[in-house]
């Protein structure tokens, strides 16, 4: 954990330029969806959802410690309350609802893909897919409410038994606690939070997989089909469906991506008890990027048709120019 007023510091004012650059993303994204004509498919609003719950958890991480209880001890920056305390972990605890918008996509593209679903058959059970998802975030941030849990960790408030390193009652030997707020807090992280990450983590590798096996599969009867004749396998054959898996396993690595160092953090907690400063540090910074992730990934056709018509462009000027097409349009 943070020690010295230098670290401290660190986590306090690093995550704000991540979460900021997250949720600036994912209003541009919200826009994209919204304002530009055309038709909306499933696929638009799944993202459209995914992005409005970034958006909620990306703005609280921003404040980072401002809204923590003035006089923590160990607390760079801290100048709230326990209300602003509790309020920053309610709208964070949207991005629970964003890792499951990460579920639904994978469903999405199984669908689409595996079983080769239309829109018109997906529609019907769309509105499953996002109240599973919205329901977890507001569930638990409800509950969490109910049961005192959002109390500082550090860098922020979030799912914690107050004070931090407080004797919960699970963990004592009488029952007994020393906790003023959010008694047995660490069970209820892995309740309300990790246990349905990781699920979800093990679900959407599995779901890319079978994306991968059956786009891989058919891609293998094309060319025994056309193997040995002269005819040139249409280019849209296969095309489309590598497509489309293309863009799913770009969603589902930047799902990855994003929860490494968290995953590694908590696992470190649960392994030596004490995790060292830097991963507190990458934890901070890179846990509000999903929204940046996001954009990229919404416009990544666009990106990589212009990319086609002007491979003389540099990466980072051919990404900026698209997207200035985007919201032109």
Same mark, same amino acid.
Request: proline fraction near 5%; charge should be positive; aromatic fraction near 14%.
């Given at each position: 954990?943070?020690?010295?007023?230098?670290?401290?510091?660190?986590v306090?004012?690093a995550p704000?330029?991540?979460?900021?650059a997250?949720a600036?993303?994912?209003?541009?994204?919200?826009?994209?969806i919204?304002?530009r004509?055309?038709?909306?498919?499933?696929y638009?609003r799944?993202?459209?959802?995914?992005?409005m719950?970034?958006?909620?958890?990306?703005a609280?991480? @921003?404040?980072t410690t401002w809204?923590?209880?003035?006089g923590t001890?160990?607390?760079?920056g801290?100048m709230g309350?326990?209300q602003t305390?509790?309020?920053q972990a309610?709208?964070?605890?949207?991005?629970l609802?964003t890792?499951?918008?990460?579920?639904?996509?994978?469903?999405?593209?199984?669908l689409?893909?595996v079983?080769?679903?239309?829109?018109?058959?997906i529609?019907k059970i769309?509105?499953?897919?996002?109240a599973?998802?919205?329901?977890?975030?507001l569930? /638990?941030?409800l509950a969490s409410?109910?049961?005192?849990l959002?109390?500082?960790?550090g860098?922020?408030?979030?799912?914690?038994a107050?004070?931090?390193?407080?004797q919960?009652?699970w963990?004592?030997?009488?029952g007994?606690?020393?906790?003023?707020?959010?008694?047995n807090?660490?069970i209820?992280?892995?309740?309300?939070y990790?246990?349905?990450l990781?699920f +979800?983590?093990?679900?959407?590798?599995?779901?890319?997989?079978? +994306?991968?096996?059956?786009?891989?599969?058919?891609?293998?009867? +094309?060319?025994?089909?056309?193997q040995g004749t002269?005819?040139i396998?249409?280019s849209?054959?296969?095309s489309?469906?590598?497509?489309?898996?293309?863009?799913?396993?770009a969603?589902?690595?930047?799902? @990855?991506?994003?929860?490494?160092?968290?995953?590694?953090?908590?696992?470190v907690i649960?392994?030596?008890?004490?995790?060292?400063?830097?991963?507190?540090?990458?934890?901070?910074?890179?846990?509000?990027?999903q929204?940046i992730?996001?954009?990229v990934?919404?416009i990544?056709?666009?990106?990589?048709?212009?990319?086609? /018509?002007?491979?003389?462009?540099?990466?980072?000027?051919a990404?900026?120019?698209?997207l200035?097409?985007?919201?032109a349009k």
């Amino acid at each position: 954990m943070a020690t010295t007023v230098g670290q401290q510091m660190a986590v306090a004012i690093a995550p704000k330029f991540t979460a900021a650059a997250s949720a600036i993303s994912s209003t541009i994204t919200i826009f994209l969806i919204t304002c530009r004509s055309g038709e909306k498919r499933t696929y638009h609003r799944l993202v459209l959802g995914m992005s409005m719950c970034d958006l909620s958890a990306s703005a609280a991480w @921003f404040f980072t410690t401002w809204p923590i209880p003035r006089g923590t001890p160990g607390v760079y920056g801290a100048m709230g309350n326990q209300q602003t305390c509790s309020a920053q972990a309610f709208f964070a605890q949207f991005s629970l609802s964003t890792v499951m918008y990460n579920a639904s996509l994978a469903i999405y593209y199984v669908l689409v893909i595996v079983k080769g679903w239309k829109d018109k058959d997906i529609v019907k059970i769309e509105p499953f897919l996002h109240a599973n998802a919205i329901a977890w975030g507001l569930g /638990t941030g409800l509950a969490s409410l109910a049961l005192t849990l959002f109390n500082p960790v550090g860098w922020d408030c979030w799912l914690s038994a107050a004070p931090l390193g407080c004797q919960e009652s699970w963990n004592s030997p009488d029952g007994t606690t020393t906790c003023e707020r959010g008694d047995n807090g660490s069970i209820y992280q892995w309740a309300f939070y990790y246990a349905p990450l990781w699920f +979800v983590i093990i679900l959407v590798a599995c779901l890319l997989y079978w +994306v991968y096996h059956d786009v891989s599969a058919h891609e293998r009867r +094309v060319r025994e089909q056309y193997q040995g004749t002269l005819s040139i396998i249409p280019s849209n054959t296969i095309s489309n469906d590598k497509k489309i898996a293309g863009q799913a396993a770009a969603y589902i690595g930047s799902f @990855f991506f994003t929860w490494l160092f968290p995953t590694i953090f908590q696992l470190v907690i649960v392994t030596m008890g004490n995790p060292p400063w830097i991963l507190l540090f990458l934890t901070a910074l890179f846990v509000p990027i999903q929204g940046i992730f996001i954009l990229v990934i919404f416009i990544r056709p666009a990106y990589l048709k212009y990319r086609r /018509t002007h491979p003389e462009k540099l990466f980072i000027a051919a990404w900026f120019r698209t997207l200035r097409q985007e919201i032109a349009k």
